[in-house]
């Protein structure tokens, strides 16, 4: 499976982003989330969404961000409000185990 991610960009604090996430295979029964990566930091878990369509959320995000998905269309979507200058980071789609797409950076500015 291949994850391919859009949607990042440079935004003010306090302002919205998008992320989507397509899948070049059939990702139905499987558990699709979202990493972020700082520089200098380790890899962190932010969001992930099960086919029934049960939802994880780090602690960080937890009422600022949504995570959404469309299993016709293999895709999975993170909307992220109320941004803060640490949510900085290249964010990364992912489908447990190993598969990662290539990461879109997302700024926030103070």
């Known amino acids: 499976v291949q994850l391919v991610e859009s949607g990042g960009g440079l935004v003010q604090a306090g302002g919205s982003l998008s992320l989507s996430c397509i899948a070049s295979?059939?990702?139905?029964?499987?558990?699709l989330g979202w990493f972020r990566q700082a520089p200098g930091k380790d890899r962190d878990f932010v969001a992930a969404?099960?086919?029934?369509?049960?939802?994880a959320y780090a602690h960080f995000v937890t009422g600022r961000f949504t995570i959404s998905r469309d299993n016709a269309k293999n895709t999975v979507s993170l909307q992220m409000n109320s941004l803060k200058p640490e949510d900085t980071a290249v964010y990364y789609c992912?489908?447990?185990?190993?598969?990662w797409g290539q990461g879109t950076q997302v700024t926030v500015s103070s």
């Open positions: 992912h489908r447990p185990p190993a598969s």
């Open positions: 295979g059939d990702t139905t029964n499987d558990v």
């Open positions: 969404i099960a086919r029934s369509g049960a939802t």
